[in-house]
């Protein structure tokens, strides 16, 4: 518990462009979490180099990431956004946590399986222990809760497996997480192929809407959009484009889909495929214009950069010590 609310950790890799499937799915419902918990939102830079990078890219796309945390409403001072890098305490709880964490239980992780068919030329032994820094992440600020999507539930029971054992040994250290279970954020799906979630590593850029492309790109690829020969606007599994251009036109405008069929009775995919890039739009530009502005004040960023690196230090730092000192590490003269 810090300031009598519970711990919330969550943080995006700065790799690739945001897509409008992890806005509707997850920043959006960040920013009503401020209110009932003491939240850390970090740029996971660390986890970015297990994929080889070019460093003036990463750089510049942990900033742009950071700046859209600000922009699509996360308040910096009431939420603690920070690049995992500017924080030690990651990497040195994460290795003392390797040593907690056993082979077998690495091996079984299938993001590294994925990872590793993916990047064959690549198998490096930072994409073996991802998932230690990622419980490190966690842990280092004793979070109760996790916001996590399917794809990261066996990370987040490893996390719990690691902190019960570490526990077990040398007593109640670790805050044990739980899934977050609240506002479910809207399933986008990529627009060629509604079968898969819509991601910002897409090889098939008409396949995703990145949160910073221009309204002639946002309706070109609305207009692409996968849909079927049935030409029948239905919200049903058997038509799964055409459920899925429904569930973003619903997102964008907050209507129910039973008041988005009634809209749309008659008329054809083409009706809703322009009104879904209309409605994509909308929600955008405001978003947009807010990262322009904010790109323009350097020093206000730097700032927050600067503050919330201290915060999140301040906080790492107490459990840190505590597992330095349960472990057996000599203690730091001051």
């Known amino acids: 518990m810090i300031n009598d609310k519970k711990v919330l950790f969550s943080g995006m890799q700065a790799t690739g462009n945001l897509t409008l499937g992890n806005y509707l799915g997850a920043l959006k419902n960040w920013v009503t979490l401020s209110d009932e918990y003491e939240c850390f939102y970090s740029v996971v830079d660390m986890h970015s180099i297990t994929v080889r990078q070019d460093p003036a890219t990463l750089r510049k796309r942990a900033r742009a990431l950071l700046t859209l945390y600000i922009a699509a409403g996360l308040d910096p001072k009431k939420n603690c956004i920070y690049y995992q890098s500017h924080v030690s305490g990651h990497a040195e709880l994460s290795w003392i946590l390797n040593c907690f964490t056993y082979m077998g239980e690495l091996s079984r992780m299938t993001q590294f399986k994925d990872k590793s068919a993916k990047h064959a030329d690549n198998i490096n032994a930072g994409l073996f222990t991802y998932p230690v820094l990622m419980a490190a992440d966690i842990l280092l600020y004793q979070a109760d809760v996790v916001p996590v999507g399917i794809d990261q539930m066996q990370h987040l029971e490893l996390t719990r497996d690691i902190a019960i054992r570490f526990n077990n040994i040398y007593g109640d250290v670790f805050t044990v997480p739980e899934a977050y279970i609240g506002k479910v954020g809207a399933k986008i799906m990529s627009l060629q192929e509604p079968s898969k979630k819509m991601s910002k590593s897409d090889e098939n850029p008409n396949g995703s809407i990145y949160l910073m492309d221009d309204p002639d790109t946002i309706m070109r690829k609305c207009k692409r959009a996968v849909t079927d020969s049935e030409a029948c606007i239905a919200y049903r599994d058997e038509q799964p484009g055409l459920k899925n251009l429904l569930d973003i036109y619903c997102a964008c405008t907050e209507k ?10 008659g008329k054809g995919y083409g009706d809703l495929k322009m009104a879904v890039g209309e ?22 960023i730097d700032s927050i950069i600067k503050e919330n690196a201290e915060k999140a230090s301040y906080f790492a730092n107490k459990t840190l010590r505590k597992v330095q000192r349960k472990v057996g590490f000599p203690d730091r003269i001051r």
């Open 256 to 265: 129910t889909t039973d008041e988005a069929l009634r809209e749309f009775e």
């Open 279 to 300: 409605a994509v739009v909308s929600v955008l530009k405001p978003l947009q214009d807010e990262v322009a502005r904010l790109e323009k004040d350097k020093s206000y």
